[in-house]
């Protein structure tokens, strides 16, 4: 799991988290290219404009959660300010908020 016996966040835990972001982000920087040069059918516009949102917005999630990480608040609620659960961090690795955060958050 992704926590040290102090209840932090294991660092070699977030050097793996880091590197798999980073893959993550690279990834998505080479499909953003892709489909913002893809001239293809014109009827596919509104598809590919949907895929170019869905892609910018992964692409700031992962830069963020990136740059938390080099900050060192990777894994603190920005709202309450407490440890977001490793689980959560698991399944949504750029997780700004804890659970009850969140759902106030809308």
Same mark, same amino acid.
């Given at each position: 799991?992704?926590?040290?016996?102090?209840?932090?966040?294991?660092?070699?835990?977030?050097?793996?988290?880091?590197?798999?972001? $980073?893959?993550?982000?690279?990834?998505?920087?080479?499909?953003?290219?892709?489909?913002?040069?893809?001239?293809?059918?014109?009827?596919? %516009?509104? $598809? @590919?404009?949907?895929?170019? %949102?869905?892609?910018?917005?992964?692409?700031?999630?992962?830069?963020?959660?990136?740059?938390?990480? %080099?900050?060192?608040?990777?894994?603190?609620?920005?709202?309450? @300010? $407490?440890?977001?659960?490793?689980?959560?961090?698991?399944?949504?690795?750029?997780?700004?908020?804890?659970?009850?955060?969140?759902?106030?958050?809308?």
């Amino acid at each position: 799991m992704g926590t040290d016996i102090r209840g932090g966040l294991d660092q070699q835990w977030l050097t793996r988290l880091r590197a798999t972001l $980073t893959s993550d982000f690279e990834a998505q920087t080479a499909r953003l290219t892709e489909l913002t040069a893809d001239t293809g059918d014109p009827g596919e %516009a509104h $598809t @590919r404009a949907a895929m170019i %949102a869905d892609t910018r917005q992964s692409l700031g999630q992962i830069g963020d959660a990136l740059r938390r990480i %080099a900050e060192g608040g990777y894994g603190t609620c920005e709202r309450c @300010r $407490t440890q977001i659960p490793p689980e959560r961090l698991e399944v949504l690795p750029h997780a700004r908020f804890c659970v009850p955060c969140q759902r106030e958050q809308g």
